[in-house]
Each structure stands twice: as structure tokens, then as C-alpha cells.
């Protein structure tokens, strides 16, 4: 999302983006490549330079984290028998 959707509108790369951010382009270049992930601090730097939430960002991280974790464990979610209420 952040390659696609918001470097490309604004007409970024990896070192701009990081010098406009104030980081590396080291870290820019992990988040970009799902090495790092969207930290408080981090989502903080991207909703003030873009304009929306800190919460924008930490819910995609957490959607994105959800998603990755169910990829890795659906054989054994499959086996988890949901219980019945009471």
C-alpha cells in the first residue's frame, strides 16, 4: 500500500521518502520490503507527512499481521473445533 498507493501519488522513492521522514533509507527500504513493520513512531512520521492518522497506519500493519499470521498457521486453525455456547 504504501509503494503503490502513496509513494507513486506523490511522486516519491525509498530516499526521499526517508529523508522527508527524518529516518534511514535502510528503514525505509525494510518497511517496503515487509522486513520491518509500522511502528508507533513510524506511523506517527507517515500520518504527518501524508496527512491522515497514526491509527491509518497501525491498523494496516495489524490487518496486514493478521493476515500473515492466518496464512502460516491455517492447516491448524482448520483442526480448532469452535465450541458451542452454553
Not at 15 to 43: D, K, Y
Request: cysteine-free.
Amino acid at each position: 500500500m504504501l509503494k503503490e498507493d502513496f509513494l507513486a501519488d506523490y511522486g516519491l522513492n525509498a530516499t526521499s521518502l526517508a529523508m522527508a521522514l527524518g529516518v534511514s533509507r535502510q528503514t525505509i527500504n525494510e518497511i517496503l520490503r515487509e522486513r520491518r513493520s509500522i511502528t508507533p513512531e513510524m506511523a506517527l512520521r507517515f500520518s504527518r507527512l501524508f496527512g491522515n492518522t497514526p491509527e491509518f497506519w497501525l491498523s494496516a500493519q495489524h490487518a496486514h499481521d493478521l493476515w500473515d499470521s492466518e496464512q502460516r498457521i491455517l492447516g491448524e486453525l482448520d483442526q480448532i473445533e469452535p465450541l458451542d455456547a452454553a
